[in-house]
Each structure stands twice: as C-alpha cells, then as structure tokens.
C-alpha cells in the first residue's frame, strides 16, 4: 500500500505543479497584454506622465509608455532591453521612440516566467519561459509634436 501511494502522490504532485506553472505563465501573459494594450492606449493621444523623482516634470513618450506598463502589470523588472517603442512614419521610414501624430508605432515587451516544476522546467533550456507581447496602433493628431 505505501508503494502505491507513494507512486500515485508522486504523479498528484507533479500534475499539481504543473497546473500552477501554466496558470502562473498564463496570468502573467494576460496581465503583460492588458498592460502594454493600455499603455499604448494612452500613448496614441501624445499624453505624457509625471516624473515622480521630480515632480512637475513630464516623463518623455517612451518613458511614460514604460511607466504605464509597470504600473499596470506590476513587473517592475521591466526595462528598456525587455520593452521596446518603435515607430513608422507617414513617409514608410522605421525610427526609435514613440514618433509623431499620424505615425504608426509599435510597443513590443518581453518577459520571462521562472517555473516551478521540474519536469516542465526541463523543457526549457534554463528553467525560465519567456513571451513577447505586442501592440501597434496608429498615434492620433496630437499637438506639440
């Protein structure tokens, strides 16, 4: 009897693992989406935020995208190599940053979710699964740019 449970409890557990890795990787990509999805949401308008290391000061577009981001995803390891803004102009050239009204832009982030399982953490080279999430949207006619 103990041969049996001990086998069975083995197989209950690694099967409990893996439904809390996999609901885990799928929280955090739907959280990720619904962040970057508001973010360029709000930076479709040209708006900004405020820098909160100096107050009354705006954060640049791409910054405030990236704040945002943090904010709503709560993964404050997001930085600049795991998101990045890109934009094309009217006239079909590809540049860096959050361009201009009219200009359609790319928001792009990537993250990566460690996993507890053993057997499931196998399947991926150091344990660790990544994603990539993006967005693109034309930016609206805002003013002061």
């Known amino acids: 009897m103990a041969v049996e449970t001990a086998l069975a409890s083995v197989m209950f557990f690694a099967l409990l693992f893996g439904v809390f890795d996999f609901s885990h990787v799928f929280y955090c990509e739907s959280t990720l989406k619904y962040a970057v999805s508001q973010a360029a949401r709000f930076a479709t308008t040209g708006n900004t935020v405020e820098d909160e290391g100096n107050p009354g000061t705006q954060l640049s ?32 050239a590809s540049v860096a ?49």
């Open 61 to 92: 577009r791409e910054d405030s995208i990236l704040e945002v981001i943090r904010d709503l995803s709560g993964f404050d390891d997001l930085g600049p190599p795991h998101v990045t803004v890109s934009a094309i102009t009217s006239g079909g």
């Open 97 to 145: 940053g959050a361009g201009g009204p009219g200009d359609v832009v790319t928001v792009r982030a990537q993250y990566g979710v460690s996993l507890l399982s053993p057997y499931l953490s196998r399947f991926y080279g150091d344990g660790t699964y990544r994603f990539e999430v993006l967005t693109t949207f034309r930016n609206e006619e805002f003013p002061g740019a």
